[in-house]
């Protein structure tokens, strides 16, 4: 068996709509899992105008998932940071501050799309910021930074059913330390900024943590905590996070790069990360906070 979720910002999904589907597609009955926002229906299989079907929706603002039914619910939530679990690229909000804005979000995204080397592409933007004051890092996550709506339902209603929560981030421990803290993830891995006399040196430490260490994150932690890499919902935007999304059992694709979407199945456009909830079957009524 299969199940069909349809999600839209709030107040944003005509309950029509839903049934129109469903009969179209001889469905089981809707089930709203939020009023006008989020519905579900089983199915017997995965109907083969899926992808037509999809597309005409994200005209509308809706995002459409089929997946099996069996497995639903994640032990394991595996989360990338930036552009995923706050709305911006700390690196870019770095380089505002250092003067070079706008050479580094053209180099970022480049490397999101797939376009550059990713470890390539971090040594080259980090070089950019010698010599900035270290204590600006403060400064941008207290000014700059802000958390992607939903980010704390989703953390906090895994964790509430017994769930882990990984932040891995091809970012900085600065940053993620901060956002781990204020959003209850268990633990989080990114790079280290590596500062002299108070000042950024504009290079990392090695290894650098790009996408090979996010799915060495995958593997180690489900070991670590007696569980298959099925029993994971990863998230992620950019090209550094495919490899991880492509072994977990359930690989959300987040307002994603092009070319990540293209490589992934599930792929969520319109709603927030309370989206992932509404993929594992939860109401909003079930969510945490």
Known sequence: MYTAVLIAKPGSLDPALAEALRNAWSGADVVWLAPDEAAEFALAEVPANFWSVWKDLQGQGVDLIVQPSEGRRKKM????????????ECI??????????????????????GELDFEGALTERVALLKGLDAAVIDKVLDTRITLMPGGRELVATMKAQGGYAALVSGGFTAFTSRVASQLGFDENRANTLIAENGALTGDVARPILGRE????????????????????IAVGDGAND????SRAGMGVALHAKPSVQEQCDIRVNHGDLTALLYLQGYAKSEFAS
């Not at 495919?242 to 999304?245: K, S, Y």
């Open 242 to 245: 495919l490899g991880m999304l």
């Open 92 to 113: 870019d909000e770095l380089a505002e501050e250092a003067g070079v804005g706008a050479h580094v979000k053209d180099i970022t995204a480049r490397a999101m799309n």
């Open 213 to 232: 260490a996010k799915i060495e994150a995958l593997e180690q932690i489900t070991a670590t905590l007696g569980i298959a890499e099925a029993d994971v």
């Open 77 to 88: 939530l595996l989360a990338d940071m930036d552009s995923t679990m706050i709305q911006q």
